[in-house]
């Protein structure tokens, strides 16, 4: 890789990797499985980045399918040490729950591959096809994707309708999560 290249790489990465690592947290449900997915997707990205013509496009893709893979692992399917703490979000008596934790419970309970395109289609906000071409996927499996986990997350969320603010999901632009 001659110098040109790897400075374009190390800007890549300084503008790109909270949303990348944001993106693998919301597919995957753990900080540091999003982590881990986002570096090793970075480092085969750098060996292959004079030859990618949409280094955004292929990045996403990578990192949506490592963190999906790193759910995968064996040493992931143990369970955690942290019995204090509980498996499930506890509704406030007074009503002050966090909706970031009702979102991010609720995530978890949608399959993967739905959960997948939900990240892509709603947080980062790419079209139906452009995300088909992400995952690789037909357009019509996109669109029964995402109307399935939205319905998944409308059961796990109690809710008809689903619409979240930036901070819902520690963004800084704002979404919705609707059927388009």
């Known amino acids: 890789m001659n110098r040109d290249d790897e400075q374009e790489f190390r800007e890549f990465f300084r503008a790109r990797f909270d949303a990348l690592r944001a993106l693998a947290y919301l597919t995957c449900g753990d900080w540091q499985a999003a982590e881990d997915a986002v570096s090793r997707s970075l480092a085969k990205l750098y060996v292959r980045w004079h030859k990618i013509d949409s280094p955004l496009g292929y990045a996403q893709r990578m990192v949506v399918r490592a963190a999906i893979d790193e759910g995968r692992r064996p040493w992931r399917r143990e369970t955690s040490v942290g019995g204090n703490l509980p498996d499930q979000v506890v509704a406030d008596p007074a009503g002050n729950t966090d909706e970031r934790l009702r979102l991010r419970e609720a995530l978890l309970q949608v399959p993967p591959r739905q959960r997948a395109?939900?990240?892509?289609?709603?947080?980062?906000?790419?079209?139906v096809e452009e995300t088909a071409t992400a995952l690789r996927l037909a357009t019509g499996t996109v669109k029964s994707q995402s109307a399935r986990g939205l319905n998944t997350l409308r059961k796990a969320l109690g809710v008809a309708e689903i619409r979240i603010s930036a901070n819902t999901l520690s963004r800084e632009d704002s979404f919705e999560l609707r059927p388009a």
Not at 117 to 127: C, H, M, W
């Open 117 to 127: 395109v939900l990240v892509l289609r709603y947080y980062e906000g790419l079209s």
